[in-house]
């Protein structure tokens, strides 16, 4: 076959040599190979270019069809087959580092933090335990051992930052096989590799609280006959509500229903992500009208020297500058063992269970009790924070009421 002078009249020409394998000239002594079968998937006749002549010769041409005629004998579309090895090749080159991935993950997570530094500690914990040995490492690439080595230092020493580092690197892996850069993660059995941790119970460690027969002395030590700073007004509307601290330093003045007696906290704002009302005693509702008389701020009730709400160390600060005792020898009471206290005390006079742990917006973890309870027990909380705002103001005098 003379190739160099067949024209475009001469339309596809078979090469011989190889079944389906035709030239089609473009310009005389230019053109290109075509391989024609029928699909053993569709079922179709369909064209596959096997390239340009004289670029590609004749021998490799037959070649190159041959080895598509063996794809055909094991029921492979040649076609499929090349477009599934491109885009492997494609993905190859787009596979992130770990790093790369971790970050990409961090940013589609951004919503579903409670707040900015939940979010910040997650990115920040890889970036202190595992991008230094793994970051700039693709994500194909790691094994089984290399989290092991990483994570193996402090497993045992520091327990609930290893696991959390885990589980990030867990939730980035995942996400690098949903994305097709890897078939599965090696995290996830990443623990055979290390020794066992203590159980949770064992190291769990929970906040200092007061004891609750000393809550009142404590409320008493934080009034003021002079101009409360936010920070104490703060604390004690803690202690009234038996609320979080990030509920309390972040509330807002449209968050109070001054008719109602009711504060609401938003969804976006609770650990539980569902909204929580709650009722506010007569001396919560008046440390909240202090706080509108003092004008301090147009959306927070008790906002910080720089305008915002409150860190979430002033109330720490608070404690600790007091010297504030828990129940544990030499720690310093917290913001929130004060639900602690609360709990105690609402078991220690008597009242239900479950009006004390929706008073503490505490997520009822039986999903079939769960289903029962449609109401959050309102106005019967509003009795006992009622009580309880009455016991824990009995060490003040007169005039600090």
């Avoid at 129940?327 to 009006?355: I, Q």
Wanted: net charge positive; charged share 25%; hydrophobic share 40%.
């Amino acid at each position: 076959m003379k190739l160099k002078k067949l024209t475009t009249e001469a339309g596809l020409v078979a090469a011989g040599g190889v079944s389906g394998l035709y030239y089609k000239a473009a310009s005389t002594g230019r053109g290109k190979w075509v391989f024609r079968y029928v699909s053993p998937t569709s079922k179709k006749r369909r064209d596959m270019g096997l390239g340009a002549y004289p670029e590609t010769g004749l021998a490799d041409a037959r070649r190159i069809a041959l080895g598509k005629r063996e794809l055909l004998a094991k029921g492979i579309d040649p076609i499929s087959d090349r477009d599934e090895v491109d885009q492997t090749k494609d993905l190859a080159s787009r596979e992130p580092t770990f790093a790369a991935a971790a970050r990409q993950l961090h940013v589609s997570l951004a919503e579903g933090f409670n707040n900015v530094k939940h979010s910040a500690q997650w990115l920040n914990t890889l970036e202190t335990y595992v991008f230094p040995q793994l970051g700039d490492r693709k994500v194909s690439e790691l094994r089984v051992a290399d989290f092991a080595d990483v994570l193996r230092p402090f497993w045992l020493t520091k327990p609930e930052t290893a696991s959390r580092v885990k589980q990030r690197c867990a939730a980035t892996m995942d996400w690098c096989v949903a994305n097709g850069y890897i078939t599965a993660s090696p995290v996830n059995v990443v623990t055979k590799l290390l020794a066992k941790q203590p159980s949770k119970r064992e190291r769990v460690q929970h906040q200092p609280a007061v004891p609750w027969v000393h809550v009142p002395s404590v409320y008493a030590s934080l009034a003021s006959s002079m101009r409360p700073a936010p920070s104490r007004a703060a604390l004690r509307f803690l202690i009234l509500t038996a609320a979080r601290s990030g509920e309390v330093r972040g509330v807002t003045w449209d968050e109070i229903d001054f008719q109602s007696k009711t504060w609401t906290v938003p969804a976006a704002r609770m650990k539980t992500r569902v909204a929580h009302r709650v009722p506010l005693s007569e001396a919560a509702l008046q440390l909240i009208v202090n706080q509108a008389n003092l004008k301090l701020h147009e959306v927070y009730v008790f906002p910080s020297r720089k305008g915002g709400p409150l860190s979430d160390m002033a109330l720490t600060k608070l404690l600790r500058d007091k010297q504030v005792a828990s129940g544990e020898t030499n720690r310093v009471a917290t913001a929130h063992g004060f639900r602690s206290s609360f709990r105690d005390w609402a078991s220690e006079n008597g009242y239900p269970r479950d009006l004390a742990e929706r008073a503490l917006a505490h997520i009822i973890k039986n999903q079939s009790e769960a289903a029962y309870h449609r109401t959050d027990l309102l106005e019967q909380r509003r009795d006992m924070m009622g009580h309880w705002a009455t016991f824990v103001q009995t060490a003040l005098s007169f005039e600090e009421y």
